[in-house]
């Protein structure tokens, strides 16, 4: 039985699974009230709520699962890429866990955990497939041929994350943060086709994305309506169409290129239902299988680091005390 722990960004997570796959219990201490007043998430903030939740949160998985601590194996816990302080404080609290017990510990990386949340049963999703990685943090379009962390990237953004792209746009149209599913939402009240935003095409066989401009258009339609908050929904659903329109064309685009016929979505852009809906649309006409994460595992939880932990090497006691988070992929 794996305990896995999730703190990169503003979700602080404990999870337990089994050897089979099976998740026993998975809890999630979201930070998005606390920063909501900053627009954006704080580091330093974030870090020292994870100090106060880190403990509560994996005392709430066990409870949850039904079992003591004495029942675990193995420790997992995301290393990295996140903000450093976050990640130091999960990896702080599962180093102390694993040592109390002489645990091996297992490192994962963040975007082979999102990955890995296709792995879970009661329906596992087995490689090889191409995946579309859309979250706040990174988006890559990336071919998957076994469990392992490895990964062959075929696209990935030039500049912001596609839910970056939905949070600052949010914010734009005074929806504050975390804005997302608020701007979805705004979005269904809307036209569509009231405005037509471009989408950049960009890098290495029309396979990167890029979506500072897009935003930069957005402002530019804002400042442009001054105050007219009944074209806010126009603007939203144009907004959301161009950003769903260039996630699904260079993903359509990266499945000819390299030829696979099984395309996974995971992250928490992956929640979005036009995008959603968007892609069973294409992939039905493609002759593509689509493989969506389920939408309680497409943002950042510890049950899919607990996934992944699976297919990890694990660090024996005492080898991972000296172990080291990172920043960036």
Avoid: W
Wanted: charged share 20%.
């Amino acid at each position: 039985m794996i305990l896995a722990i999730e703190s990169s960004c503003d979700e602080t997570a404990a999870a337990l699974v089994d050897d089979g796959g099976r998740l026993l219990s998975s809890v999630v201490a979201s930070q998005s009230e606390l920063h909501a007043r900053y627009g954006g998430v704080v580091p330093e903030v974030a870090s020292r709520r994870h100090l106060e939740l880190c403990v509560p949160v994996v005392e709430r998985a066990l409870d949850d699962a039904g079992v003591g601590f004495d029942r675990v194996d193995a420790v997992a816990v995301t290393e990295g890429p996140g903000l450093i302080g976050a990640l130091l404080v999960g990896l702080a609290t599962a180093k102390a866990l694993a040592f109390a017990r002489r645990l091996p510990l297992i490192p994962v990386g963040h975007l082979h955990g999102h990955v890995a949340s296709l792995y879970l049963e009661p329906e596992p999703v087995a490689p090889p497939f191409l995946v579309l990685l859309a979250s706040g943090g990174h988006t890559l379009l990336a071919e998957v041929d076994d469990h392992g962390p490895g990964m062959h990237v075929v696209g990935q953004t030039l500049d912001d994350a596609a839910g970056e792209a939905f949070d600052k746009g949010a914010r734009l149209l005074g929806l504050g943060y975390p804005g997302g599913a608020a701007l979805e939402r705004l979005a269904r009240d809307g036209d569509d086709r009231a405005h037509e935003f471009a989408v950049a095409m960009a890098g290495r066989e029309g396979l990167d994305l890029s979506f500072s401009g897009l935003k930069t258009a957005l402002r530019t339609a804002v400042l442009a309506a001054g105050g007219d908050d009944g074209g806010r929904a126009d603007l939203a659903a144009s907004y959301q169409r161009a950003l769903v329109r260039s996630l699904v064309s260079r993903t359509m685009r990266a499945l000819e290129v390299t030829g696979r016929d099984t395309l996974a979505v995971v992250g928490g852009v992956a929640a979005n239902g036009v995008l959603r809906a968007a892609l069973e649309q294409e992939c039905a006409r493609a002759g593509v299988r689509l493989a969506l994460a389920p939408l309680a595992l497409c943002s950042d939880n510890a049950a899919m680091i607990a996934s992944a932990a699976r297919f990890c090497p694990a660090l024996p006691y005492p080898e991972y005390l000296a172990r080291d988070a990172y920043a960036t992929a």
